[in-house]
């Protein structure tokens, strides 16, 4: 009998491994095949294994976090599931899938990117009206940006409207050692999960300093839209992806903080 599963596995279907490690967990459900899911030592990482046998990844890796706390938190979407698997309720095996098999690789790339986030940083782009949302933006962003000087001597400048402008290298350098702790895969994963959906890889700072809730850098990072739901109407459909996007934040977030767990 086979001792690992190889599930979500299709054809390789896009050069980019990021790309897709996301196309391949959205394969046509299957019906579940298991009935019990533990978390076991593997070396020095935590497989999740279903009826006793290992499951691997779309890249054909072991499916394995470095602590149980993540394990066990990726472990709970499978016991989850009923009588059919659903990736799309996933979002945690799916950042786990992205993480081992195209994080690992390039690891450094996916850092730096979360680093030039912060060089473009929606916290920095400021309305240049109505004045209303101009001082909704200073009261509610500004304070991130004095604590970020304050603990991380990363000192960047506002810019009104859209036009990119170069922030002091100084700063980007002090925000990319304020990250340098998170050099693991999943970690990575986690926090550029977290980056590309607020916008800001200083939020993800804050989120990960334990600075502000993902309560608060939700709704900071969505200030604009909810201004905009305040004067014109809420878009449904908006609010639905929004709601979706939440789902797949909260995961990043709760990862990232069952690394911390080495219990």
């Known amino acids: 009998m086979r001792e690992e599963l190889s599930v979500f596995i299709p054809e390789q279907s896009d050069a980019d491994p990021v790309r897709r490690a996301q196309i391949q967990m959205k394969r046509p459900q299957a019906k579940r095949f298991y009935t019990d899911v533990t978390v076991e030592p593997e070396g020095?990482?935590?497989?999740?294994?279903?009826?006793?046998?290992?499951?691997?990844?779309?890249?054909?890796?072991?499916?394995?976090?470095?602590?149980r706390a993540?394990?066990?938190?990726?472990?709970?979407?499978?016991?989850?599931?009923g009588t059919t698997i659903d990736p799309e309720s996933m979002p945690a095996t799916r950042i786990a899938n992205t993480a081992i098999d195209a994080v690992a690789d390039q690891a450094e790339a996916v850092f730096e990117d979360i680093v030039r986030y912060s060089g473009s940083d929606l916290l920095c782009y400021r309305a240049d009206g109505p004045q209303e949302l101009v001082e909704r933006q200073r009261e509610r962003w500004d304070p991130v940006l004095s604590w970020l000087a304050a603990n991380h001597s990363a000192r960047f400048i506002l810019i009104e409207g859209?036009?990119?402008?170069?922030?002091?290298?100084?700063?980007?350098a002090a925000f990319a050692k304020a990250l340098e702790a998170e050099r693991s895969p999943l970690a990575l994963s986690c926090l550029h999960v977290m980056t590309t959906l607020t916008g800001s890889a200083m939020l993800t700072l804050a989120l990960r300093d334990r600075h502000l809730t993902l309560d608060q850098v939700w709704a900071l990072a969505h200030l604009d839209e909810d201004w905009t739901d305040e004067h014109w109407g809420v878009d449904l459909e908006a609010q639905a992806r929004r709601a979706k996007r939440f789902t797949e934040m909260a995961a990043a977030a709760a990862l990232l903080e069952a690394l911390r767990v080495t219990d």
Not at 49 to 56: E, I, Q, T
Not at 162 to 172: A, C, K, W
């Open 44 to 67: 020095e990482a935590f497989a999740v294994k279903l009826d006793g046998r290992a499951v691997k990844t779309p890249g054909k890796n072991l499916l394995a976090l470095p602590t």
């Open 70 to 81: 993540a394990g066990e938190f990726v472990a709970a979407e499978w016991r989850a599931q």
């Open 162 to 172: 859209v036009i990119h402008q170069e922030q002091p290298q100084e700063s980007v």
